[in-house]
T-cell receptor, first 114, second 110 residues
């Protein structure tokens, strides 16, 4: 069966550009999570969706970061006016449950801001 | 602040050796604790999950223990193999999010 997929796998953006990162969760999964993983660090929580509702966005580092999941399936993480400190791997995870237990992770999108 | 610390940051061992990875967390009000494996360029693979009411979990050559009161967990890998080389991440669940440590980079030499 298909796992969590993310696209693009790699993205190079010039400083100041906007980017959109896509996550396709496992079909039927209720919960979806975004994490940011800087080089040499563990993933850090960004935001959490339960179906289409964004229930926690406490980890978003600034108002340049925006996430949506309009139909409760595919999610998009958008970063406006990218900065060099945004360079990281962005991981998406989904869960069949209504909390973070049993998360399945995608391969991530590596974003490099030049 | 909820923090997770992993020691050592990196470890290099010869094949066949038994080894222990350590994880500590500051907030003991956890739902569960998970150990993940991360290979370069790939996502995370869950190895073991210990619920807050449990003391340990075992899967094959892996054994993870949890001591909530002291805020510690250990991952024991028996008879290590070169294929075990990866980054091992400890993650603590607090409600709707996982808080990760920075990981231990393991290299098993053949």
């Amino acid at each position: 069966g298909a796992g969590v997929s993310q696209s693009p796998r790699y993205k190079v953006a010039k400083r100041g550009q906007d980017v959109a990162l896509r996550c396709d969760p496992i079909s039927g999964h209720v919960s979806l999570f975004w994490y940011q993983q800087a080089l040499g660090q563990g993933p850090e929580f960004l935001t959490y969706f339960q179906n289409e509702a964004q229930l926690d966005k406490s980890g978003l580092p600034s108002d340049r970061f925006f996430a949506e999941r309009p139909e409760g399936s595919v999610s998009t993480l958008k970063i406006q006016r990218t900065q060099q400190e945004d360079s990281a791997v962005y991981l998406c995870a989904s869960s069949p449950r209504e909390y973070s237990y049993e998360q399945y992770f995608g391969p991530g999108t590596r974003l490099t801001v030049t | 602040k909820q923090e997770v610390t992993q020691i050592p940051a990196a470890l290099s061992v010869p094949e066949g050796e038994n080894l222990v990875l350590n994880c500590s967390f500051t907030d003991s009000a956890i739902y569960n604790l998970q150990w993940f494996r991360q290979d370069p360029g790939k996502g995370l693979t869950s190895l073991l999950l210990i619920q807050s009411s449990q003391r340990e979990q075992t899967s094959g050559r892996l054994n993870a223990s949890l001591d909530k009161s002291s805020g510690r967990s250990t991952l024991y890998i028996a008879a290590s193999q070169p294929g075990d080389s990866a980054t091992y991440l400890c993650a603590v669940e607090y409600g709707n999010k996982l808080v990760f440590g920075a990981g231990t980079i393991l290299r098993v030499k053949s």
